[in-house]
């Protein structure tokens, strides 16, 4: 998933920084693994988030203020190429699947920053940065884009109980009957209970109606634009909830540019979900069952408007204790 580590080497960011573009490049020599993925501004002003999923020309993603905060989320459609760079409409949604609002804007890039204007070309530019900081793998190496990125590695842990493997699980006891579903069923935020922390690092997962379709956003920590992935392709078929978490920038598959696609079942204010695999189609006439093996569980859906006001932008930045710091702490674990 976006499992994120708030521990970060104040030398592997330094490295990162210069690793990722080098000397200057022109624009047009980029290819789409410089635009992909997520940007924001940098840490300490406002921020805004995007994140780009390009697959060929085609641009689709999602935007927002504060990613935790589903009232501030829009989603990206438009185009790219290496020459002209990324335009597109940011749509912003109300919790009924009407249109608050749509922003037409263009983003170029210039060694390693995204400059991002209004369509009407009004106001000034937004500038976006790839984001200094870079989540935990979890168990395997975690391989990143922009090329020349480092490679994470995971850094060794306890066991937790004495003989190298965890505990094992209790069996799932099913509360009720499966729901056939709706896209009223779904919309909302969800929260991952069975896998990854909780706090500032636990997963959320927010779907929102467009008109009769939904649309997402998967992030945790939710202001570090590496630790947030686009919801993309969502179809119902009966019981059955099935999306792509669009990885573009960061992933434990090399290169990081893949769809995990996920098959969900709701019951009561439980969504059980579990990994189809990578990059599978769902063909709504023949949907595939959800495998019993490794599901995991999340809890909701919370009301847009009840996440109004949810930040984590400016708390502890590189880690518990760590404040509002804009720079990294001289001292921390290499292993990051």
């Known amino acids: 998933m976006t499992k994120s580590s708030t521990r970060i080497s104040a030398a592997i960011v ?37 994140y780009f999923v390009i697959r060929g020309g085609q641009v689709t993603g999602v935007y927002c203020r504060s990613c935790s905060d589903a009232t501030t989320i829009g989603f990206i459609d438009g185009s790219w190429d290496e020459k002209n760079g990324l335009s597109f409409t940011v749509t912003v949604p109300n919790a009924d699947g009407s249109i608050k609002s749509v922003a037409r804007q263009h983003a170029t890039l210039a060694e390693d920053r995204l400059s991002v204007t209004s369509g009407g070309g009004g106001g000034p530019a937004l500038t976006l940065i790839k984001d200094p900081r870079r989540p935990d793998p979890g168990g395997r190496p975690a391989y990143y884009l922009p090329p020349g990125t480092p490679t994470v590695y995971p850094a060794a842990s306890a066991t937790t109980n004495g003989n190298g ?108 979900a579990s990994v189809l695999g990578y990059n599978i189609a769902i063909d709504p006439a023949h949907p595939p069952a959800r495998p019993a093996n490794a599901p995991f569980t999340l809890v909701g859906p919370i009301a847009p408007d009840a996440t109004r006001g949810n930040s984590s932008e400016g708390i502890d930045i590189w880690g518990p204790g760590t404040g509002s710091a804009l720079q990294p702490p001289a001292k921390s674990d290499p292993s990051r």
């Open 165 to 272: 493997a965890p505990p094992p699980r209790a069996p799932y006891w099913q509360a009720g009957p499966f729901k056939t579903l709706r896209p009223a069923d779904v919309a909302g935020t969800w929260i991952a209970a069975s896998f990854g922390p909780l706090g500032m690092d636990k997963q959320i997962f927010t779907f929102l109606r467009i008109g009769d379709r939904l649309r997402g956003v998967v992030c945790g920590r939710c202001d570090n634009a590496y630790t947030l992935a686009a919801l993309e392709r969502v179809t119902i078929a009966g019981d059955r909830l099935y999306f792509q978490i669009a990885h573009q920038d960061r992933g434990n598959i090399d290169p990081p540019v893949f769809d995990r696609t996920i098959v969900a079942q709701i019951v009561q204010n439980e969504m059980i």
């Open 14 to 50: 330094v490295l990162t920084a210069l690793a990722i573009f080098g000397a200057a490049r022109p624009a047009d020599a980029l290819n789409a693994d410089y635009w992909r993925g997520g940007w924001r501004t940098p840490l300490g002003q406002p921020p805004h988030i995007y």
